[in-house]
């Protein structure tokens, strides 16, 4: 399946890591550890620099054979990485789940939201996706938000299914957007 390296907004480019990318990865969640401490895992095993670099190796190895798309977000203005996507694949049933995160002082700017709104584009008419899903707990406000903004339907809230790194029991929800909804 011929998948680009990148997706071009108007603010950033959403592109694959690239080999030495580990470094700036490395900085951009040390920097935003407590921003970022709840909701991605890998602040709390990316220790050192080269842990950053085999996380980006990885993510290398895992776009080329289309297991799961982790692009970085790039803020085209100042060439800064600022954030990430992933998109974990379903190919036998085209579904497609998309999580995100951006750094603290680029949040309420609108850059998830943009970074978002190209992958559902990209996955709907270049791949011929049925669905997209967004999961997120309950008490993520802001990843509610980027959901409903982006015309995800809340489908399910799941009791009391998912746990904050710090073990404290959260609902799930799970947002879908389908095919039909975006042709509209």
């Given at each position: 399946?011929?998948?680009?390296?990148?997706?071009?907004?108007?603010?950033?480019?959403?592109s694959?890591?690239?080999?030495?990318?580990?470094?700036?990865?490395?900085?951009?969640?040390?920097?935003?550890?407590?921003?970022?401490?709840?909701?991605?895992?890998?602040?709390?095993t990316?220790?050192?620099?080269?842990?950053?670099?085999?996380?980006?190796?990885?993510?290398?190895?895992?776009?080329?054979?289309?297991?799961?798309?982790?692009?970085?977000?790039?803020?085209?203005?100042?060439?800064r990485?600022?954030?990430?996507?992933?998109?974990?694949p379903?190919?036998?049933?085209?579904?497609?789940?998309?999580?995100?995160?951006?750094?603290?002082?680029?949040?309420?700017?609108?850059?998830?939201?943009?970074?978002?709104?190209?992958?559902?584009?990209?996955?709907?008419?270049?791949?011929?996706?049925?669905?997209?899903?967004?999961?997120?707990?309950?008490?993520?406000?802001?990843?509610?938000?980027?959901?409903?903004?982006?015309?995800?339907?809340?489908?399910?809230?799941?009791?009391?299914?998912?746990?904050?790194?710090?073990?404290?029991?959260?609902?799930?929800?799970?947002?879908?957007?389908?095919?039909?909804?975006?042709?509209?």
């Amino acid at each position: 399946m011929d998948i680009p390296d990148g997706l071009d907004t108007q603010r950033l480019l959403i592109s694959k890591y690239e080999n030495g990318d580990g470094e700036e990865f490395f900085q951009l969640i040390r920097s935003n550890y407590d921003h970022l401490q709840e909701e991605l895992g890998e602040v709390h095993t990316i220790k050192t620099i080269e842990d950053a670099e085999d996380y980006v190796r990885q993510k290398r190895i895992a776009w080329l054979s289309r297991e799961r798309l982790v692009p970085k977000i790039v803020e085209k203005s100042t060439g800064r990485m600022i954030g990430q996507l992933w998109i974990e694949p379903n190919w036998g049933r085209m579904i497609f789940e998309i999580g995100y995160f951006v750094e603290a002082k680029s949040q309420g700017k609108g850059y998830i939201s943009e970074a978002v709104k190209k992958a559902i584009e990209f996955l709907f008419r270049e791949l011929g996706a049925n669905k997209l899903e967004i999961h997120t707990k309950a008490t993520n406000l802001k990843s509610v938000a980027v959901a409903e903004r982006c015309g995800f339907t809340k489908e399910a809230q799941l009791r009391e299914s998912g746990r904050t790194n710090e073990g404290k029991v959260v609902d799930m929800l799970i947002f879908g957007l389908l095919q039909s909804d975006y042709s509209r």
